[in-house]
């Protein structure tokens, strides 16, 4: 079994991971939200790595569409992608990228949550 087998695009999230870290040096703490994102997606453009940002996912109840959320970032159509800036990860924010993940159909997705200290990365696989 690899490491692909047990977790799921290891070698895109690490690579994921890595810029957060990268972002996270320029930066540190104390920004919204918006600004890891952009300087993320920044760093993606940079590698040549696709992405959609604040991607919409439908939520489809019996064929009809009853409500919708947007993903932070989906890479490659691969990993969802949900950025927060604040201390820690609550429950609701597992809860939502699982939801995310589902709507999409992607098995992996990562929780990057730029701390004070700190990145922190919750990794998540259906």
Known sequence: MTIDDKYGQSALTEKIIGLAFEVYNNFKSG???KVYQN???AEFD????????ED?????????RVG???ADLVVDNKVVVELKARGEVYDR???QTLAYMKMKNIK???ILLYSKDRVKIKRLVL
Do not use: H, M, T
């Not at 940079?46 to 940002?53: F, M, W």
């Not at 919409?56 to 009809?64: A, D, E, H, R, S």
């Open 31 to 33: 920004y919204p939200e």
């Open 56 to 64: 919409y996912c439908k939520l489809i109840y019996k064929g009809k």
């Open 39 to 41: 300087a993320l997606c």
């Open 68 to 70: 919708g959320f947007y």
């Open 93 to 95: 924010d597992i809860a």
């Open 46 to 53: 940079k590698v040549g790595i696709k992405y959609l940002k």
């Open 108 to 110: 992996v997705g990562l």
